[in-house]
């Protein structure tokens, strides 16, 4: 008889969350017992923009922010709220925070303190992966040095009195994101980790000689990764088979991890957002069911935790509807089909085989490059730019047609669908009254609290910030249970350390060449002389909104099309453009907002505009905006509103030209 | 307000005398439009602004400030425009980005970004387009830098590179600083062989790596003593709070209290008549002139009260 390919026992399924919150602690709360009680297993709180980058509610640059990607927290208390009536002795959390990782642990530790649970017992993960934030997700707000110190401090008091905590979770998710190739994916997770590794062995071994190898290899066992997967599922699949060989490789020969259990590659996703489209969004499910496949189908490299995106996140933020659609999506996964009842059903196949040996090969050369350059703190620059480079290639590919995209670059004819025909367009709305509120409480929590013990905490944790030997987490802590805000704890810090600008990585990006990109240069040059001066366009990323991929995407589109432009990076106040923009004398202003602020954001940068006394000055906007807020801009004298839909960027110059042509009187069209 | 139609030169040379900083947009606009009725408006601007018109060089102290990528120049304007700015001192920058070559078209900004608070309208950072050559001037950076100094206590004009750059900015500028970070061995060689010509200053950036910098800064010292010149060097750090930002004023200061400013400003209105020209009219201009050290042989011979535009009228004149 021959043996059964089953296993004896059905597999338990992973850890299934939803990425969730917004508004404030209590409406997080509802919204959190509520996807619990539909058979989520653990939570994974994301947080709005100001509690990311550290800013409180009633800070200039929250404006337009506050609760709106996820929810405000800035103190104790909204943890407390948050975190009502969930077992936290059992739970199991997730936390997408990163400059802050280390103030938003130490509010859940008090919470649970509060709650009578101690802090060996918690269970969950910060992400707390800066160099990403760096190349991509743009909520970054210390440079990298005292950042990877706060890493290293985060992971060593964790192992030591946190023992179940993921301290961080090293994101090759973000990398993809931002246009990453599978090498280049695995290549700069593979760095990431040895430098915050090495941060952290250089600190262990600084402070504790006797005991370094043991907390070393438990340091190791503790790093678990945050991957994306994309729909081309095989190759995927393949990636992740790739990464556990380097990080078993890693982990023997580098770090000298003798405990297997240890050396195991861990992981959690979130599968791929960026291929999914605001062109038949519906189309997304499937893509999203696809790429679930990526990351469970073989049980060697299974996820260990998954959270889907919904349907219709490229045209907002998601509904309590939309969320539980791509939950229910996991359990069929999980519990209906057949998935769980074998061993790993890619064991023996040679095409796999083969496939992780490619990938794997060309990660190690990468490595090796990021290496050269010093390690990934270095290598930062180096990263940015390879990434913007793929990028712009992968959207060069979209336009010319080599990459199909279905329902947008291909079979885009389509019947009218009645997922987007509600009255509220298909998505979430935060109340706008939510901002207001939530700047009266952390005024009012600021004037009810022991103040005399806030300062004293923050004097504190200014002192150990300044001696580099000091654990950070003990002070922080200490300041959480006095009171002390989000906004104090960062900017206590931001006092020590001082502030950073990420590199935007388009100075180095390749010009495209192409006929179309020819004739609009020509165009260019007509519209330039004619005015007497090259064309200038500021391309500007008002609030804290950090996703700049698209804003880096045009500003070298319109670089290669002959104009000079105007780039400062992200996170910039609406004056400061507005101030840009008449110093620079442009021609045009581009602005790109994703957090869904541009209710807010924008008219505050016309009003500005006004104020300096530029507002003849033609406003363009892109973003992820729905129909009703783009006639709503236009209404306040934006020139034109681009949505996700917008992919031709070669339109979108033509179209700046003939609007820049307009403004000015000028006729650019091309001599007969 | 279009370009099409130039604001007129005499009018914003009056706003700059009467220290009106919210001209400096609009004299920017003019001096880099190159239609020949702003061309002619930017003339009218600068013959305003010329010392027989003050009865005085501009007051401003023009700061040159290059070094190559990468050694932190923004972080260090940061401080020095704030430093500046606690002093009660008006400050404009203007920073020159390289161009693509190709496209024409290029990236500003990305490198050259400034703390500042938007709000304070003594501050004025503008950048420019390189032109056709890395570390090149754009011919209108000379022009706004002239003109501004009339108006704003310092103006910086910040360009990038080693080797070539300090040249171009030299001419423009009463005081050259070079910026250099720790390791730079390159510098150390551009001095010794004299591609790089000595700067009034030398900084060298991230003094926050200690002994690194001490002794980038004893090598310059030594090399440039060995040379016999009197640049000071200055390690400055950028990270808070920030050291040596104090001592790096005041080295620019003192360049500046022992210059011959007369005779420095008027080097840098002849070089600036000859590049405009050379702008205008090509190396076929030059040719007619009987090649570069023949017209600015020719140009030390005019009046020294002579405006740029008329410099640049007898220079066309003459090679007709």
Redesign the interface.
Known sequence: MSKSPRLTERDRPWMMRTYAGHSDAERSNQLYRRNLEKGQTGLSIAFDLPTQTGYDPDHELARGEVGKVGVSIADRGDMRTLLHDIPLDQMNTSMTINATAAWLLALYIVAAEDEGVAQKQLQGTTQNDILKEYLSRGTYAFPPGPSMRLIADTIVYTVQHVPNWNPINICSYHLQEAGATPVQEIAYSMSNAIAVLDAVRDRITAADEAHSDELMSSVFGRISFFVNAGVRFVEEHAKLRAMSVLWDELGRERYGVENEKHRLFRYGVQVNSLGLTEAQPDNNVYRIALEALAVTLGRDVRARAIQLPAWNEALGLPRPWDQQWSLRLQQVLAYETDLLEYPDIFAGSHVMEALVAELTEGARAEMARVAELGGAVQAVDYMKSGLVESHRERWRRIESGELTVVGMNRFDSTEPSPLTADADGGILVVDPKIESERREAVKRWRSERDQSAVDEALVELERVARHDTDNIMPATIAAARAGVTTGEWSQALRSVFGEYRAPTGVGEAAAVSSEEVSEIRDEVERLSEALGRRLKFLVGKPGLDGHSNGAEQIAVRARDAGMDVVYEGIRLTPAQIASSAAQEGVHVIGLSILSGSHAELIPSVLSELAEAGVENIPVVVGGIIPEADAAALRDAGVAAVYTPRDWDLNQMMRDIIALVSERNGVDVSAPA | ????S?PDGRGLASQLRARELGA??AV??LV????PL?REQTRQLLAALSPAELGAEAPGHIVGVTGPP?VGKSSLLSRLVAAWRSDGRSVAVLAVDP??R??????????A?I?RD??DGAV????T?AGERLGGLAPATRAAASALACAFDVVVIETVGVGQSETEVADVADTVAVVVQPGSGDVLQFLKSGIMEIPDVLVVTKADLGPLAVRAQSDLHAALRSLGAKTSVVTVSS??PGTGIEALITALDEHRTALDLPARRLRSRRAHALADFIAEHGERGLRALGGRREAQRWLAEQAPGTDVGSLERALEARAQ
């Open positions: 307000m279009s370009d099409a130039p400096a947009p920017l606009n880099e439009t190159r239609t702003a990468g161009s693509s190709r496209s024409g078209g290029s990236l500003l900004g990305d490198r970004r703390d938007p709000g004025f950072i503008r950048s387009a990270l808070p």
